[in-house]
T-cell receptor, first 115, second 114 residues
Framework: AQSVTQPDIHITVSEGASLELRCNYS??????LFWYVQSPGQGLQLLLK??????LVQGIKGFEAEFKRSQSSFNLRKPSVHWSDAAEYFCAVGETTSGTYKYIFGTGTRLKVLA | DTEVTQTPKHLVMGMTNKKSLKCEQHMGHRAMYWYKQKAKKPPELMFVYSYEKLSINESVPSRFSPECPNSSLLNLHLHALQPEDSALYLC?????????????FGPGTRLTVL
């Protein structure tokens, strides 16, 4: 079965420091990969996505992610973190099961930003 | 415009009440989703509608009853809920073309069952 792993439950970084959030997936075909961010009590906002093509994708809010097929990874990066980036981050893989498309979510990484 | 709206934003109900959650999108999407999210957990898929027909029910208890009256609207009817059903309920929608495999989420309804 397909799965998504986010190895880090919590990450704390200082404001202005660089950030990398890890995501590993298990999927037979070329995956559709997504990163979402969720502030407390809010919905999920799409940061970026990868379907095909250039393996380095740019997203909103200065985030980028790199798809590495050999490592089954899709890690999210940001060169300089802002205090407003503190939130929960979810990686997801899109899959089609019995003709219906759905997401497999990772367990999430909670980011804390120190002033 | 990639907006999905949900009402109400907050809902408190007793275990004998009947209430409904509403979700609306005007992006022409023909797939709509209900998720349940507990604190510090990822969203759990409950139901999927494709072309207004229920295509996935992830073994959700019958006290949750979804309805898709038209292509823009998705409801979740609630009856005889339990305190453990308290959660954030998220709606999402997606276009049905392969090039649009992105789900767009609403802000959610925070449900508290007393």
């Amino acid at each position: 079965a397909q799965s998504v792993t986010q190895p880090d439950i919590h990450i704390t970084v200082s404001e202005g420091a660089s950030l990398e959030l890890r995501c590993n997936y298990s999927y037979g075909a070329t995956p559709y990969l997504f990163w979402y961010v969720q502030s407390p009590g809010q919905g999920l906002q799409l940061l970026l996505k990868y379907f095909s093509g250039d393996t380095l994708v740019q997203g909103i809010k200065g985030f980028e992610a790199e798809f590495k097929r050999s490592q089954s990874s899709f890690n999210l990066r940001k060169p300089s973190v802002h205090w407003s980036d503190a939130a929960e981050y979810f990686c997801a893989v899109g899959e089609t099961t019995s003709g219906t498309y759905k997401y497999i979510f990772g367990t999430g990484t909670r980011l804390k930003v120190l002033a | 415009d990639t907006e999905v709206t949900q009402t109400p934003k907050h809902l408190v109900m007793g275990m004998t009440n009947k209430k409904s959650l509403k979700c609306e999108q005007h992006m022409g999407h023909r797939a709509m989703y209900w998720y349940k999210q507990k604190a510090k957990k990822p969203p759990e898929l409950m139901f999927v509608y494709s072309y207004e027909k229920l295509s996935i029910n992830e073994s959700v208890p019958s006290r949750f009853s979804p309805e898709c009256p038209n292509s823009s609207l998705l409801n979740l009817h609630l009856h005889a809920l339990q305190p453990e059903d308290s959660a954030l309920y998220l709606c999402a929608s997606k276009g049905l073309a392969a090039s649009t495999d992105t789900q767009y989420f609403g802000p959610g309804t925070r449900l508290t069952v007393l």
